[in-house]
């Protein structure tokens, strides 16, 4: 691997853990945020629901704005409203404030999902991008390892709100590794002047090209299932099976274990087998494990070893389906790469989102609404893969594998 390639990845990776940070670090707190706030859980879940609905609408902004003045610049926007919001959730009186502090954080955050992917575009292609996504997915997705300990260790340091001081206190230090370690990637002469009819011209032609929309909406209902999960595992975890909130966090690191490992194989696997044949075979493993959890819980053996297994096992489907899908999605639009991104993003997160809420009014605390809401997640998935993959097949004027 080229050196470049490495530091690239790593700056990168860094600047996209602050999202992950932000949604992890607190889910242990949240039972002790539902107690000290008086919310109930469904409110105490709506913090995440906010954030997701805000960070994915944001992105529609971030990627125009990116394509227009350059990559660096809506990065320091983001970052100043994220660490407005930060302090907003530090010093929130009520669940209410809370969930509107988690909205703004979400607006901030947006900017360093959105930059980083078209970063990528802009220096690679092909299975070289792929390479480098799954290297950006290494390092973001070490972040459900440790932050959910990380939050643990506030915990017992001090209040959840010390969560919050931390979080802000990362994106001042983000802000310092973007001005000094990550350069400008959009040349001049390739900026795009960005007005609503351009903008809407380009998102037309993203929301009329059924291989976009396929994709970007199997990645989407893959991180959807996960936002379910994170959604509901504090309240499982420590509720149902008993857990500290450092034993959560050890727990819902060990879901991180098999997305980590399998997506440094998506590039490799992506060169020798074709990057539609793995992410058609990683959407199907991913229904198998799902089914097979869903079926265990529905006969009531679902106990906590063997939900992480079989969870650990799903999410190594996913480590190859959702860096696959994105560098597929993007790579037929180059010219609009950061409005692509945005657009892509916005439509997974707002699917995320509307999972957390279509799944709350089922929601009882225990396993088995989680488990058969990731399945619905899954099945979804593979639905739309089974449906584009011909299309892409048509478009290509090849066989899809």
């Known amino acids: ?20 940070f932000t949604i992890d670090m607190y889910l242990p707190a949240m039972p002790a945020i539902a107690e ?29 704005m990116a394509d227009q003045i350059g990559r660096k610049p809506p990065i320091y926007i983001g970052m100043a409203v994220f660490i407005l919001g930060s302090v907003g959730c530090a010093l929130a009186p009520s669940i209410g404030w809370l969930t509107a502090a988690r909205a703004v954080q979400g607006l901030g955050a947006a900017a360093v999902m959105v930059i980083p992917r078209a970063i990528i575009r802009d220096m690679h292609t092909g299975i070289e991008a792929t390479r480098l996504m799954a290297l950006l997915m290494l390092v973001i997705s070490v972040s459900p390892m440790l932050a959910p300990l990380a939050g643990a260790g506030m915990l017992a340091l001090g209040s959840w709100r010390l969560i919050f001081w931390a979080l802000c206190g990362a994106a001042v230090l983000s802000l310092l590794l973007t001005v000094l370690a990550q ?35 199997v990645g989407g209902f893959g991180m959807a299932s996960f936002f379910v999960f994170i959604a509901s595992a504090s309240f499982v975890y420590s509720g149902q099976f008993g857990l ?12 991180a274990l098999g997305f980590i490992g399998a997506s440094q194989f998506a590039a490799p696997l992506g060169a020798r087998f ?26 009531g ?48 997160m707002l699917a995320g989102g509307a999972m957390i809420a279509l799944a709350g009014p ?18 979804a998935a593979l639905a739309l893969a089974l449906w584009v993959l011909p299309r892409m097949a048509r478009q290509a004027g090849a066989s899809p594998a």
């Not at 074709?274 to 529905?298: E, K, P």
């Not at 899908?325 to 790469?337: E, K, N, Q, S, Y």
Request: with cysteine.
């Open 244 to 255: 500290s909130p450092t034993g959560f966090g050890l727990a819902f690191a060990a879901n």
């Open 362 to 379: 089922f929601f009882d605390g225990t396993a088995l609404p989680m488990i058969a809401a990731i399945w619905v997640c899954a099945s």
């Open 36 to 64: 000290d706030l008086g919310g109930t859980i469904a409110a105490t879940q709506a913090t995440l629901t906010g954030y997701f609905i805000a960070f994915g609408l944001a992105q529609l902004i971030y990627g125009p």
């Open 183 to 217: 350069p400008e990637t959009l040349r001049p002469e390739n900026r795009r002047p960005v007005n609503l009819g351009s903008l809407l011209q380009g998102a037309g032609v993203l929301l009329r090209d059924p291989v976009f929309m396929g994709l970007t909406f």
């Open 301 to 348: 053996l679902a106990t906590l070893p063997v939900i992480i297994v079989l969870l650990v096992l799903g999410n190594a489907c996913l480590g190859l389906v959702i860096p696959t899908t994105m560098v597929i999605a993007l790579d037929g639009h180059g010219d609009i790469a950061g409005l692509a991104s945005s657009l892509g993003g916005t439509l997974q």
């Open 274 to 299: 074709g990057m539609v044949g793995v992410m058609r075979l990683a959407v199907i493993g991913f229904v198998l494990f799902t089914t097979l959890l869903l079926a265990v819980a529905l006969v």
């Open 1 to 20: 691997m080229q050196p470049s390639l490495f530091r690239t990845a790593l700056v990168l990776g860094l600047l996209s853990a602050v999202g992950p």
